[in-house]
């Protein structure tokens, strides 16, 4: 998932006729040498270095009156120092404690510059208009040496972008001839710049903006078209036939929701962009970061006032000149997944598929023919063992001994496992292993060394894809707390897995629970386990001068949840161990349309027992008045609800034809018309003040402080 976090304010800017007299917008926003500070250049005269967490300037400059910087000024990570180009060919450097750029090192050049680009370890880059580059120490040896031109005379840069790779700075730049572009790549191993055309949109629209990023030794570019599509191409550096122009292939990536006259566009992460464009249904501009391996949007954010459509993006953080200030938007990318898309991933403190080490199978597959590496001596988990050799045949003697060797020694053998982390089939390892143990189990039903199944299913190493084996003994043997410990920390589990998982925590006794060693510190705080004779008190039916009250079960007002004194805990319908093993099973990834099927399967007993369960649940929700649950595990509200509409899709028609389950349904009802009706008052709401907004005449500018009071009755 990717998502915005809370924005701020780096700087004002200049006034709005100010900037039109020069350009619109800043020139730019380039990295400054250290972390969290940024170039800011503006469409003038100006170029000033801030930081960014403190919001405050570190220094400024200005070039002359009547001079114009004509390109965003750069940080020579080389140097330390700061380069600009004003005018079109006067080039300027200066260091931090340099006062007037009057006084700085200048140098006048023989064509116009077009774009600097500064990289990591090497000198900046010099484009030229005529689409020459130069490195800048090159340059400034001889600042009158003759550039030619590359690009032809009614061809016009319009984007460029340098990256580093394999060691060497490499620069891409686009030139635009209505109705066509053309792509150039440089580098310096090539005798010249290679040009490639791009073919025009199929439906005419033009593009707006580029984007793109080194990915396996080519340029991904990304475009941003006029229609609202955001097409993808790859750029190969490899020379091109120059007698052949070779065209750039474009494919679909996704489809903003509306088209838009201008627009920008920022590569986030491999599988995240974000989009800045107008919206004309709302008058308003829209960032939105979008998914591209799924086309979903995972989040938005709409501006007041219109903003200038620039965009950049640096260390986490989105840079938007908006109105008169220049905003500053982090925002965080987790790993796109599928269980992701559909909200069923795990929470961030939770174990992440990235922790999952990959294996090397192709040098697994063909380990027999490896040469055995020199000795070395070294330390592992503070014992000294020789050379890999040695450790590859230690390991196979582990394998060897876990199958006959005592199950009181098993612990210390899976021990000895530990001690080949540092090798590369240490996963490999762990699963062989598993693997191994799961076998002899099987052979030998008096086997069971649970305590060496959860240190290897704790590990954070191995996945349900390496040991399916392992979760179905499990289930066979009823062992709830090594189950627990693959729920949390296998993210590939089975929709089928997990439903059995959950009858078996539903259906399994309190005599098999009370012997597993099962943490309730994340629940204990929410969870109340009923007492029989409190639950018998609070049936029984009160009766008042020999009748009893008629019930309010039919009405459809009634609120479903009672209040409920401050500082008491609700009666769960489960014990507090048994809390804790469904939340685990609430906790799992899956996909509702491959769960949905196994979830019918379930008894009637554990229909019922379940959805009491996440009813409570809710209550003690709603109770908080929150999104969470206040115990460590952060169960959201959202999953709850999730749970509760799949066992009620799954299981309806035996819950309708089930005496018990009525009154459960009838208050599930209530819920749900309650809802619709709260829901309802604050559509009216909404309605009202709408049409206040539209009856109200255009305000005044009342300066930059006012109060205004909204009668609504």
């Known amino acids: 998932m990717a998502a915005f976090c809370e924005g701020f304010m780096l700087c004002g800017l200049v006034s709005g006729a100010e900037r039109r007299r020069h350009r619109d917008g800043l020139q730019g926003v380039e990295e400054a040498g250290e972390r969290d500070t940024v170039l800011v250049t503006d469409g003038g005269r100006t170029v000033t270095v801030y930081k960014v967490s403190d919001q405050r300037p570190l220094g400024s400059w200005a070039v002359r009156q009547g001079q114009q910087i004509t ?8 140097s330390g120092e700061y380069v600009v180009v004003h005018d079109e060919k006067v080039l300027r450097v200066w260091r931090d404690d340099d006062v ?35 490195h800048l120490d090159v340059l400034l040896t001889n600042p009158q040496q003759e550039i030619e031109r590359i690009v032809r005379e009614d061809e016009k840069i319009i984007w460029s972008q340098a990256f580093i790779d394999g060691g060497q700075p490499v620069l891409i730049f686009i030139t635009e001839k209505n109705p066509d572009c053309f792509v150039y790549t440089w580098r310096p191993t090539f005798s010249a710049c290679q040009r490639r055309r791009l073919l025009p949109a199929e439906d005419g629209s033009s593009v707006l903006h580029f984007a793109a990023v080194i990915k396996n030794r080519m340029v991904s570019l990304v475009l941003l078209y006029s229609s609202g599509h ?23 990536l996704l489809k903003l929701p509306e088209p ?26 829209c960032l939105c970061i979008w998914n591209t391996s799924f086309q979903t949007l995972q989040d938005s954010k709409e501006f007041s006032q219109k903003t200038w459509t620039q965009l950049w993006s640096y260390d986490g953080k989105l840079y938007v000149p908006h109105a008169n200030s220049l905003l500053v938007l982090p925002y965080t990318c987790e790993p796109s997944s599928l269980a992701s898309v559909l909200g069923k991933g795990r929470e961030a403190h939770q174990s992440a598929p990235e922790a999952v080490t ?30 890999r050799g040695e450790e590859t045949t230690s390991y196979s003697d582990i394998l060897s001994d876990i199958q006959t060797a005592p199950e009181t020694q098993i612990h210390a053998l899976v021990q000895r496992i530990w001690m080949t982390t540092e090798l590369p089939h240490f996963q490999l390892a762990l699963s062989r292993a598993t693997h191994g143990l799961v076998t002899r189990c099987r052979k030998e039903p008096t086997f069971y060394p649970q305590s060496s199944l959860i240190k290897l299913a704790e590990s954070g190493v191995l996945s349900y894809s390496l040991c399916p084996e392992l979760m179905t003994l499990c289930l066979e043997k009823q062992d709830v707390q090594t189950l627990q410990m693959c729920l949390e920390h296998f993210v590939d589990i089975p929709e089928d897995v997990l439903c059995s998982c959950l009858k078996l925590f539903l259906s399994v006794s309190e005599e098999n629970l009370s012997k597993a060693t099962i943490s309730t510190k994340s629940a204990a705080c929410y969870i109340k386990e009923s007492d029989p004779t409190e639950e018998a008190m609070d049936t029984a039916p009160v009766i008042q001068n020999g009748f009893s009250p008629p019930t309010a079960e039919d009405s459809c007002d009634v609120q479903m949840l009672e209040k409920i ?51 409570h649940l809710y209550k003690i929700c709603s109770e908080n008045v ?29 819950l309708v034809l089930l005496p018990k389950a009525k009154p459960l349904l009838r208050t599930l009802q209530k819920f749900v018309r309650s809802q619709m009706k709260f829901f309802s008052e604050l559509n009216k709401i909404e309605g009202s003040l709408s049409e206040l907004q539209k009856s109200r005449r255009v305000s005044q500018n009342h300066g930059r402080y006012s109060i205004e009071v909204l009668e609504l009755y």
């Open 358 to 387: 990959i294996m090397n199978w192709e040098a697994l597959a063909g380990k027999t023919e490896q040469p055995k590496p020199p000795a070395s001596r070294r330390t592992v988990r503070g014992k000294k063992v020789q050379s």
């Open 100 to 134: 007037s750029l009057d006084k700085v090192f200048k140098a006048t050049l023989s064509a116009d510059v077009c774009r600097l680009h500064s990289l990591p370890d090497t000198e900046p880059l010099v484009l030229f208009r005529g689409g020459a580059v130069r």
């Open 71 to 78: 390109c965003p000024a750069v940080y020579n990570h080389s």
């Open 626 to 654: 929150g999104l969470n649950l206040p115990g460590e595990e952060r169960l959201s509200v959202t999953q709850v609800i999730d749970w509760m509409n799949l066992m009620l899709d799954a299981n309806f028609t035996v």
């Open 260 to 285: 838009a006259d201008t627009g920008a566009l920022v590569i986030l992460h491999n599988s995240y962009i974000a989009t800045l464009t107008p919206s004309a249904a709302r008058q308003k501009d």
């Open 230 to 252: 955001v097409r993808h191409s790859e750029v190969s550096f490899t020379p091109c036939d120059q007698e052949e122009e070779p065209q750039l292939l474009v494919s679909h």
């Open 565 to 615: 004194p401050k500082g008491t805990k609700l009666s769960s319908p489960v014990t507090l161990r048994r809390a804790v093993l469904l939340n685990s099973v609430l906790l799992s990834p899956y996909s509702e349309s491959f769960l949905l099927p196994h979830l019918k399967d379930l008894a009637s007993e554990q229909v019922v027992l379940f959805l009491s369960y996440l009813n």
